[in-house]
T-cell receptor, first 111, second 117 residues
Framework: RKEVEQDPGPFNVPEGATVAFNCTYS??????FFWYRQDCRKEPKLLMS???SGNEDGRFTAQLNRASQYISLLIRDSKLSDSATYLC????????????FGAGTTVTVRA | GAVVSQHPSRVICKSGTSVKIECRSL??????MFWYRQFPKKSLMLMAT?????????EQGVEKDKFLINHASLTLSTLTVTSAHPEDSSFYIC?????????????FGEGSWLTVV
């Protein structure tokens, strides 16, 4: 079983739509959670950290469910520039903060 | 600008030759850097943890004699792919951890596309 699993998508949505997707992780000792964005053939860039109580950053909302071991990302009012692959990343502090990556969820926002 | 700089961004080499990729932390010291490999439409896979002044820690299945890692200073780690073969063609990315008041932040280099012909 993969450490981090994501629905690969793609999620094709019109501009202005809301899109949401989840990621599950297998290591119950995981302590830090992130969403990264990766554009085609580029390096991943941190989108936001995910906190236990859930958090928002503009149009982006992240949630963490420790009991079910999943995190989610919701994008409101989608923009064309939101088209990218979103990587779910989990870190185990006890393992020297090694990051485990999901394979990514592709989102395409169309005009 | 980039907090972590990686070079070269693209390299093409002949099968059997060796290629060195550099990862530099800019404006901060990185005692630990990480090297990843990503195949098309796949997740980033951690290859090794590079520790300044000591041997790298390799993940299971990664050949340490093939992927040589040197972390000779607090701002530079290098990955050398020795005797490269076409199956080594991939996107290689380094990252460095910065510890601050708000916790740990991981910064990635821009990545290096390796094509072995």
């Amino acid at each position: 079983r993969k450490e981090v699993e994501q629905d690969p998508g793609p999620f094709n949505v019109p501009e202005g739509a809301t899109v949401a997707f989840n990621c599950t992780y297998s290591n119950s000792a995981s302590q830090s959670f992130f969403w990264y964005r990766q554009d085609c053939r580029k390096e991943p860039k941190l989108l936001m950290s995910v906190y236990s109580s859930g958090n928002e950053d503009g149009r982006f909302t992240a949630q963490l469910n420790r009991a079910s071991q999943y995190i989610s990302l919701l994008i409101r009012d989608s923009k064309l520039s939101d088209s990218a692959t979103y990587l779910c990343v989990v870190s185990d502090r006890s393992n020297d903060y090694k990051l485990s990556f999901g394979a990514g969820t592709t989102v395409t926002v169309r005009a | 600008g980039a907090v972590v700089s990686q070079h070269p961004s693209r390299v093409i080499c002949k099968s059997g030759t060796s290629v060195k990729i550099e990862c530099r932390s800019l404006d901060f010291q990185a005692t630990t850097m990480f090297w990843y490999r990503q195949f098309p439409k796949k997740s980033l896979m951690l290859m090794a943890t590079s520790n300044e002044g000591s041997k790298a820690t390799y993940e299971q299945g990664v050949e340490k004699d093939k992927f040589l890692i040197n972390h000779a200073s607090l701002t530079l780690s290098t990955l050398t792919v020795t005797s490269a073969h076409p199956e080594d063609s991939s996107f290689y990315i380094c990252s460095a951890r910065v510890t601050g008041s708000s916790g740990n932040t991981i910064y990635f280099g821009e990545g290096s596309w390796l094509t072995v012909v």
